[in-house]
């Protein structure tokens, strides 16, 4: 049986030589695969929740994995319908989210473990979107790196894209590259299995399935011809010039600015010098000169033209035609705009885009801002962030975490600043989340006041350290746990410098990607031993939420649960006996008459 690295190895050159793959569904009879896919989504915060039948990640066991190879190896197996639940969006409107059943969330992860070794390869450099490395950071750096002299930002955004993706046509470019009409078989079953709500089934017409596993890779292959398209057929049609013409008015300036050097006239070539620099070197409309430029993350997608705006609205009406019908997908008229780059700014990922303009600033004798880039925090955004910690236009407690713990509260505001701070470090301007931080402070300050009845300072005085950064010291509030002989937790609000970081990344939160057999769950089922009576054959891995279930539910001190505790793991492997017994048990409170 070959190692699941090698499988993937195999695929993923064949994408770079772009060699059709014939032989994909066989893949699927390799358990190794699904101890790799176990490893990698065990931990995800939805391993737990049931979909449609209560099959979740407990129980997880070599002889599941065996049963769902044997179904594949006779095309036995079938996707179960997902859950559907309805969640709410930021404009109001709810989205369906699916809730796959566990076995079919660890086929899925299979599907996608092939499908993104042999395609990532093929996939555009302009393409950020859930994608091993990439995030959002590294569309935004592209932008500020590459798309210096930008005239019109044309913002694109596809109306319910994952929920219109085509099934046709989706099959057709998978069909492409895969000959295997067993491996695209299974696909449609995927895509078809229908959902359920309200236990009432309906049918998946098309679309990918919101929550599924291989939606991701499914829509970015999907939405690699809209890449193909503008790369093979926008870019080269609206880029030509090596460089833009002179300005005819700069150069009459050189023309004069020398003449009054050759005669000795310094007042004269000083004012001359001061008028040359207040105007650009090269036409800004020069008609021999054009620029495309495009990046996309899942369905957003930005293209950035230096040209006149009838050409950009040409540009837009092409990508609308495209997509209407190739990829049978509408744009959403009220998210597709064309926007001047230096009077306005753009949306992208959270952020504001815009062209910066000053002919005062000068660096090195140049104009050095015109023209560039610059990344913005929303105004908007800062206001929507700060609005729950205010009452009454003011920061206020927040009394859900009344009853917390200090260490709670301070690492609960810690995490949520830490988490948009760190995100929005590439605008030019992330000073301005100095607002934010200061009604958070004061509303972390609050609520533990209010939780001992003390005072604002004198919580703060109790909490407040000094910490070195890279740019100075800086103020934070710290709460910590002291444990005998170990290090103690500590939890952290602020302390982060608002200085921009051009080099910041944050990539997509992905399962941890250490593969088999390091992992150190798959080589616990794989010793095939139970952990806690020590017999041997027969194992399935027991899941919990989360440790402190052990203590909330009352559970009574017993031989699984030490064990649980002792090791500081979610999972314990046993046999079918102590399996059966620890489900057989009920959580009771030793306080209980």
Same mark, same amino acid.
């Given at each position: ?7 993937? %190895? ?7 030589? %772009? ?38 990640? @407990? ?44 076995? @079919? !969330? ?21 393409? +950020? ?30 109306? &319910? ?6 099934? =046709?046509?989706?099959? #057709? ?32 017409? #098309?679309? *990918? ?5 291989? #939606? ?8 690699? !011809? ?56 090269? &036409? ?25 705006? #009838? ?18 997908? =509408? ?8 926007? +001047? ?14 062209? $910066?303009?000053?002919?005062? !600033? ?8 015109? %023209? ?87 919580? *703060?005085?109790?909490? !407040? ?33 608002? +200085?921009? $970081? ?25 010793? &095939? ?16 939420? *989360? ?5 909330? *539910?009352?559970?009574?001190?017993? &031989? ?14 046993? /046999?079918?006996? /102590? ?15």
């Amino acid at each position: 049986m070959q190692r699941a690295e090698t499988v993937l %190895g195999v695929l993923r050159d064949r994408g770079m030589r %772009g060699l059709p793959c014939d032989e994909l569904y066989r893949q699927l009879f390799n358990p190794q695969l699904y101890l790799l896919a176990y490893g990698r989504i065990y931990a995800n915060h939805g391993a737990m929740t049931p979909g449609a039948t209560p099959e979740t990640v @407990d129980g997880m066991s070599q002889m599941k994995i065996g049963r769902i190879v044997e179904a594949m190896r006779h095309e036995r197996y079938r996707f179960h319908p997902v859950r559907r639940v309805q969640i709410p969006k930021k404009n109001g409107k709810m989205r369906p989210l699916g809730l796959p059943t566990w076995s @079919d !969330k660890l086929v899925g992860e299979v599907v996608r473990l092939l499908l993104e070794a042999y395609y990532e390869p093929t996939f555009s450099d302009r393409s +950020h979107g859930f994608r091993p490395r990439r995030g959002c950071h590294t569309a935004l750096r592209e932008v500020a790196y590459t798309w210096t002299g930008t005239a019109w930002f044309i913002e694109g955004d596809i109306a &319910d894209c994952f929920g219109s993706l085509d099934h =046709e046509v989706l099959l #057709s470019i998978l069909g492409e590259k895969i000959r295997d009409q067993r491996f695209l078989r299974l696909v449609r079953n995927m895509l078809t299995a229908g959902y359920l709500e309200d236990w009432k089934w309906g049918a998946t017409l #098309s679309g *990918a399935p919101q929550g599924g596993v291989a #939606s991701p890779i499914l829509s970015n292959i999907y939405l690699h !011809k809209l890449d193909k398209f503008v790369e093979k057929v926008l870019i080269p049609e609206y880029t030509k010039g090596t460089r833009r013409a002179r300005s005819p008015a700069y150069l009459k300036l050189q023309t004069r600015l020398a003449t009054a050097r050759r005669r000795g006239d310094r007042d004269e070539a000083r004012r001359i010098r001061r008028l040359m620099q207040a105007m650009p070197t090269a &036409d800004p409309d020069d008609p021999s000169y054009r620029r495309l430029r495009y990046v996309r993350y899942a369905d957003d997608h930005l293209l950035g033209f230096t040209g006149p705006k #009838s050409e950009a609205v040409q540009i837009k009406t092409r990508l609308a035609a495209f997509l209407r019908d190739e990829l049978k997908l =509408e744009l959403s008229a009220d998210k597709t705009l064309i926007t +001047h780059a230096r009077t306005g700014a753009a949306r992208f990922l959270g952020y504001e885009i815009t062209v $910066q303009h000053n002919d005062t !600033k000068q660096t090195g004798r140049r104009r050095r801002v015109n %023209g560039q880039i610059a990344l913005r925090v929303p105004k908007d955004v800062i206001k929507a962030k700060c609005q729950p910690y205010l009452a009454r236009g003011k920061p206020a407690k927040r009394p859900a975490l009344n009853n917390s713990s200090d260490h709670a509260i301070v690492a609960t505001f810690g995490s949520v600043y830490r988490g948009i701070v760190q995100y929005y470090l590439l605008a030019g301007d992330v000073f301005r989340l100095h607002r934010l931080r200061w009604v958070m402070e004061t509303s972390m300050l609050k609520t533990l006041a209010a939780k001992h009845r003390s005072t604002v300072s004198k919580m *703060a005085a109790k909490h !407040k350290v000094k910490i070195d950064t890279p740019n100075g010291s800086r103020i934070a509030f710290e709460a910590r746990i002291e444990r005998p002989s170990r290090k103690p937790l500590v939890a952290r609000f602020g302390g982060i410098p608002l +200085h921009t $970081q051009r080099a910041a990344e944050m990539a997509d939160r992905e399962p941890v990607r250490v593969d088999y057999p390091q992992k150190e769950l798959v080589a616990r089922l794989l010793a &095939d031993t139970c952990e806690i009576c020590g017999s041997r054959g027969n194992v399935q891995v027991h899941h919990i939420r *989360a440790l402190a279930d052990l203590a909330h *539910a009352g559970w009574q001190p017993s &031989d699984w649960t030490r064990v649980m505790l002792d090791r500081r793991r979610k999972t314990v492997v046993a /046999c079918d006996a /102590c399996h059966d017994r620890i489900h057989a048990a009920r959580p009771a409170r030793s306080n209980t008459p």
